[in-house]
Structure formats: structure tokens, C-alpha cells
């Protein structure tokens, strides 16, 4: 395997804060992975440190094995899509398209032409006047048409609705497995994306909070509802991440329970429920939140 | 797919359980990485993994170029293991669950051939 991102000890502070302090991982070639995490956690400051729009106030990026600000040789094979583009004034969708044509050399016209139609995107508008949807379907359109080596999409569907977020995941499996290549997506509908999902990376506060395989964290947390005493002999010594009581019963997420675990709490009469990605991603920023404080 | 287990695990009990009810036959094609993966929505690399443990169990076997194909003797041997888990699977739970209604487990017994009967 190869590391085509690989960042280490990284920061960047805009005077006394914090933005990104202290921030290690790799993303593998050929692969799907998530930057997950809240509002201001982190997350478009770590794309744009990747993309050399950002310089690093400490420690090292290396995207395809160099330095990526002012390297064109990297940056022709990247694309960044953000959620807030802005546009040249009176710039309209076809235009935008035409300069991405020249600007990516694995442009595939008749993929973004198809991609237009199936997006419903009034190319003749100018971009200022579309709807928050129609932008975010011009940056995904960009996004998958580009062809790049590594793609990082920025929260790329804010204001789609339900059949283009559907239609948007579908081409990027589909375009995906035709066309492997590094795909870095951040979103805050972890579960709708959640699938599609190789490795997760989840900041918090400007630091890294998880950084796993999406398949090693499905299963590793379980919420187990019973008697108040019942859980709470179970949960005792067990990392727990979230707990809540009402009347008798009591509501607890642990993580680390085997399938021996498992059965044992059912055996014990505690009814058991499976932890979305998203769920145990927010009871992770919680503890950690709580941590903190 | 549910949230319960890696996905990579639910695809490979999917594709033994096709298997076992016959709706994959012995040296019947299997659907391509790729298709799976757009099927239930996931990442390739995810169906990949799921399909190669049942190639790593000789469940499934390539022919290079050609694609994935149900192995001969399969059927027998997920029937055989599946027979063996069977018990931890159901059977505890089910019990625990009658105990706590206060059944025993001749009424539970009972129920079971009543059911099985029709």
C-alpha cells in the first residue's frame, strides 16, 4: 500500500488559535476515506493545508510523496471542491465547466455532460443566481468528472435533496470502481455515507480524535437497555461511553464488547442495540468534549 | 446491511446464506466485486474483503479472468458449520428469553414441536 496524503505533527494556529495542532495520520491510494467531525472542528483547514492553499505553522505534508504548496505538479492531480466556491462575477455553470476542462487533464466531457443532465443543472445560469443545490451539483459534477488522483470533496452536497445525495453516492461508487483513485470526503451525514467509507478520520478541536478502519468500528459499540441494576453490574469496569436513566431502567453504550460479551448481556436479560457510525462518533466527541472541560 | 457487525462480515453470511437455501448453485458465477459493491451501496474494497473470506475457505474459488464461482461441496460444509453455531445463535438466546417469561423448558419444548408440526 501507498500513502498518497501522509501528514505529520501538523498545526496551524491563526494567532492564539488553534485551528489544527498536532495532527498525524496517512490515507491510502485508492481509497474512500471520511473527514468527519463538527462545525469548526477542523475539518476544511485540514483540506486546505492538503491542497496548499494553507501554509503549516509546524510539521510536514507530503501529497504523492512531495510538498504540495506551489507544486503543480501535485496540484494538477488533485481537485477541491468546496462547499462555499466562489465564483468569478457573471461567470455561468458552462463556464465553470469549461475552465475545469482545461483545468484537469483526465477531464472526461461526455461523463460531465451526462452527469448535467442527471443533475438537472441549468448550465446557462450564472452561478450567483442558482440555488444552493445547483451549486453544490456543479462542484460534485467537477468532483467526479475531474478524474483526479486524489479528489477531496468539502461537505460537497449542502442543499441537495434526498434523489441527488442518492444519485451523487451511486456515481461515486460506480465512477469509483471503474476509475480507483484517492477520495477524501467530508460530510455530516455520516450515516447516509457511512458505506461508501473505507477509513474514517473524525477531528475534534483542531486534533485528531479517531483514525480507524470504518469496518473495526461498525459492531465495536452496543447500547444495552435493562434494569437499572442489571446494566450497571454489566457496565462495571467497562469503558462506557453514554449513559442514561429513566424510572428503573437504565440506557448504556460500551465499547470493546466481544460476541462472548454479547451474549453474556443477553443471557442476562439486557436487550441489546446495534451503535450507527454516526452515533458513535457523536458519543466519542462528547466524552471527548467532557473530557475537556 | 445493518450496524451490528462489520459490513464486510453481513456480505459474506449474505452470499453463504444464498448458497445454503440454493439460490447460488455449486459452480454458479458470483456477482463481480463491483456489482455487489453497487448493489448494496458499499466500497468495493468492502465487498472485496467480505468475498475473499469465503475464498480464503475454499466457499468460493477464481478462475483468472473469467470471475468468482461457487465451489463444489460448498453447500455441505456452510450446512455443517452453520449446524455448529446453531445452538450459541438461537438456541441461548431463546432460552434465556423463556426463562425470563417463566417457562420451562418442557413448555418450551412443546412449543417447539407444535411449530415445527405445521
Not at chain 1, 265 to 287: K, N
Not at chain 2, 83 to 91: L, M
Request: hydrophobic share 45%; net charge negative.
Amino acid at each position: 500500500m501507498t500513502a498518497v496524503i501522509e501528514v505529520t505533527d501538523l498545526a496551524r494556529t491563526y494567532g492564539k488559535v488553534a485551528a489544527v495542532a498536532d495532527v498525524s495520520f496517512s490515507i491510502e491510494e485508492n481509497s474512500i476515506c471520511g473527514l468527519l467531525g463538527r462545525n469548526g472542528a477542523g475539518k476544511t483547514t485540514l483540506m486546505r493545508l492538503v491542497t496548499g492553499q494553507e501554509f503549516a505553522s509546524a510539521g510536514e505534508i507530503r501529497v504523492f510523496g512531495e510538498d504540495p504548496v506551489e507544486n503543480a505538479g501535485v496540484l494538477a492531480r488533485t481537485c477541491f471542491v468546496r462547499e462555499s466556491q466562489v465564483y468569478p462575477d457573471g461567470f455561468r455553470g458552462k463556464h465553470v465547466l469549461k475552465a475545469a476542462a482545461q483545468l484537469f487533464p483526465n477531464w472526461d466531457a461526455d461523463y460531465a455532460a451526462r452527469l448535467v443532465a442527471e443533475f438537472r443543472v441549468p448550465l446557462d445560469r450564472r452561478m450567483k443566481k442558482m440555488s444552493r443545490g445547483q451549486r453544490s451539483s456543479v462542484g460534485v459534477i467537477i468532483g467526479l468528472a475531474s478524474r483526479a488522483d486524489l479528489t477531496l470533496l468539502d461537505e460537497p452536497y449542502a442543499g441537495l435533496d434526498a434523489v441527488a445525495r442518492e444519485l451523487f453516492y451511486d456515481h461515486l461508487l460506480k465512477d469509483y470502481s471503474e476509475n480507483p483513485r484517492t477520495i477524501v470526503l467530508s460530510t455530516h451525514l455520516i450515516d447516509e455515507a457511512a458505506r461508501l467509507l473505507e477509513h474514517v478520520l473524525v477531528v475534534d478541536n483542531g486534533s485528531l480524535l479517531m483514525d480507524a478502519a470504518a469496518d473495526d468500528l461498525r459492531g465495536t459499540a452496543v447500547t444495552l437497555v435493562g434494569g437499572h441494576n442489571a446494566v450497571e453490574r454489566f457496565a462495571s469496569g467497562r469503558p462506557v461511553l453514554g449513559w442514561e436513566s429513566i424510572g428503573g431502567i437504565s440506557s448504556v453504550t460500551l465499547t470493546g464488547l466481544s460476541d462472548a460479551d454479547k451474549a453474556d448481556a443477553a443471557a442476562a436479560g439486557l436487550e441489546l442495540a446495534p451503535v450507527s457510525l454516526q452515533q458513535l462518533i457523536v458519543s466519542r466527541t462528547r466524552s471527548a468534549q467532557e473530557a475537556r472541560s | 446491511m445493518d450496524d451490528s457487525r462489520p459490513i464486510f462480515l453481513q456480505i459474506a453470511e449474505q452470499l453463504e446464506s444464498q448458497i445454503i437455501d440454493g439460490s447460488m448453485r455449486e459452480e454458479a458465477q458470483v456477482p463481480s466485486i463491483n456489482d455487489l459493491a453497487a448493489f448494496h451501496r458499499i466500497n468495493p474494497a468492502t465487498a472485496l474483503k467480505g468475498v475473499s473470506l469465503l475464498v480464503d475457505q475454499g466457499i468460493i474459488y477464481k478462475r483468472r479472468g473469467v470471475g468468482m464461482f461457487v465451489a463444489d461441496g460448498a453447500r455441505e460444509r456452510l450446512v455443517a458449520s452453520r449446524r455448529e453455531t446453531f445452538g450459541d445463535e438461537y438456541i441461548r438466546p431463546l432460552v434465556a428469553r423463556a426463562r425470563a417469561l417463566g417457562m420451562s423448558p418442557e413448555q418450551l419444548i412443546e412449543i417447539i414441536r407444535r411449530e415445527a408440526a405445521q
